[in-house]
């Protein structure tokens, strides 16, 4: 993301107009654009004209339009911010208060207004540090840090580790026969197999069924995995991760596959870049798992999704001592910086961006204000965990607020789910599955 201009009043009220050089980019714009913004930028809209005759003519037109939003749609295949919004400017082919989704796109600048008076969020900490971040091309996080092929037998799907998000590029799905009979344990390789088990059709059907689901997952990881790019990268692994030994003999069907050909590429990343992990399923939710692993930590411990991965791990072992230095749930996290638990030697605020997008002003400046006490008054470490983050789900399911304290304080639930009707006091609705006791782990 490129900053073209930005102007901020004394009130918060101000504007910013980006330049998106990244598909990622559109996340972080996602995050940054609230309800009652407003928004500017080209359009294309049908114009529908009437002659003197009465016949009608329908054309497209290009213009530039500014909306005041009410709602945004984004596509996490795709990485593209659809918003929707009233007209507040007018022009000779539309009319104020007529509707409009604008299709934000690459290379094309749009600018987010934001109003600091009542009724707007205005240009806080959070959405200035989201800026400063996509802007910011030391700590930019839109490359891939890693690909995951996550697999078992007859069905499994590539996902792109990026610095902001987890995203499922493609899912792949093979009927393969099952083995009968006594053929030993494992998976042997697909290509060479077929001649052990010739004298049963069924071991036959099973190798068949087992090469053509490897040649399908590797056509679709070619599709999305360009070589010829990543190869100029050896820091970008490619992780294959299943049950037992299967991903074991794909590798080695892939690096039979690229000698046959005689790919260079594609054997040099077989060899060097594609690293075997042990899942305990082939469903996408194991990448916790996968991650955990020693190997695949060493590989990505330069990267964003390791140190939030990292910190997760610290935290929920923290949780599982129970000495009083982890807690979850909004109203825990806030008494505990009441009490300046979360300040300087080793004090950390956890918290999930899908806060900051809440429809409801008050939960965005209830958090807005949690974060700047951390920061700013206390001197403790906040880190803002994506919701298309593994981590960061792991996070949602505490509420989407945590913290590591500096020293352990004890008692911080007293009282607070005392007669509680589930409403939580102003702004619990933004946060998600307080619960009264600890989870169990």
């Known amino acids: 993301m490129r900053l073209i201009k930005q102007h901020f009043e004394r009130d918060g009220s101000g504007s910013v107009t980006l330049y998106p050089e990244d598909p990622e980019d559109m996340w972080q714009a996602y995050n940054l654009i609230l ?3 407003t928004l500017r930028s080209s359009a294309l809209r049908r114009i529908t004209t009437t002659s003197n005759t009465g016949s009608t003519t329908s054309t497209r037109i290009h213009t530039t339009l500014t909306i005041r939003v009410r709602s945004l749609d984004f596509d996490t295949q795709a990485a593209q911010l659809h918003v929707s919004g009233t007209i507040v400017e007018e022009n000779e082919y539309v009319k104020m208060g007529a509707f409009h989704t604008l299709d934000l796109a690459l290379l094309r600048n749009f600018t987010i207004s934001k109003d600091g008076v009542e009724g707007g969020s205005g240009w806080d900490s959070v959405a200035r540090g989201i ?17 995951c092929v996550i697999f ?59 090469s053509k689901f490897f040649g399908t997952l590797l056509a679709t990881l070619l599709r999305h995995v360009d070589l010829s790019t990543t190869n100029n ?9 299943s049950p037992g030994f299967t991903a074991t003999s ?8 690229a000698t046959r050909k005689a790919d260079k590429t594609l054997l040099s990343h077989a060899r060097k870049n594609m690293l075997v992990v042990h899942s305990s399923s082939g469903h996408v939710h194991s990448l916790n798992e996968v991650l955990r692993d020693p190997t695949v930590q060493a590989r990505l411990s330069n990267t964003r999704y390791f140190r939030e991965t990292a910190l997760m791990d610290r935290f929920f072992s923290l949780l599982r001592k129970d000495d009083a230095r982890a807690w979850y749930g909004a109203r825990e996290v806030e008494r505990a910086v009441e009490r300046g638990g979360v300040g300087k030697g080793g004090g950390v605020l956890l918290i999930s961006n899908s806060l ?32 298309e983050h593994e981590s960061g789900r792991r996070l949602e399911g505490l509420g989407g607020v945590a913290a590591i304290l500096t020293w352990p304080i004890e008692g911080l639930d007293e009282g607070l789910y005392d007669d509680d009707d589930g409403g939580g006091g102003e702004g619990s609705e933004g946060v998600k599955g307080e619960k009264e006791e600890k989870i169990q782990i």
Do not use: M
Not at 250 to 257: A, C, G, L
């Open 233 to 241: 990268n050896n820091d970008i692994p490619i992780l294959l991760a």
């Open 356 to 387: 900051f997008r809440s429809a409801d002003l008050r939960v965005r400046k209830r958090f807005v204000g949690l974060v700047d006490r951390v920061r700013e008054r206390e001197g403790g470490e906040v880190r803002v965990l994506s919701s």
């Open 152 to 210: 078992q037998e007859g069905w499994g799907s590539i996902c792109a580790l990026l610095g902001e998000r987890t995203v499922v590029k493609g899912r792949v799905e093979v009927n393969v026969p099952r083995k009968r009979g006594g053929g030993g344990g494992g998976t042997t390789s697909a290509t060479n197999a077929s001649a052990n088990n010739s004298k049963s059709g069924v071991g036959s059907a099973h190798e068949t069924g087992l």
């Open 35 to 37: 309800p009652t913004d």
């Open 131 to 147: 800026v400063k971040e996509a802007c910011d091309g030391t700590v930019k996080g839109a490359g891939v840090s890693a690909w």
């Open 250 to 257: 794909f590798q080695k069907y892939v690096i039979e596959t």
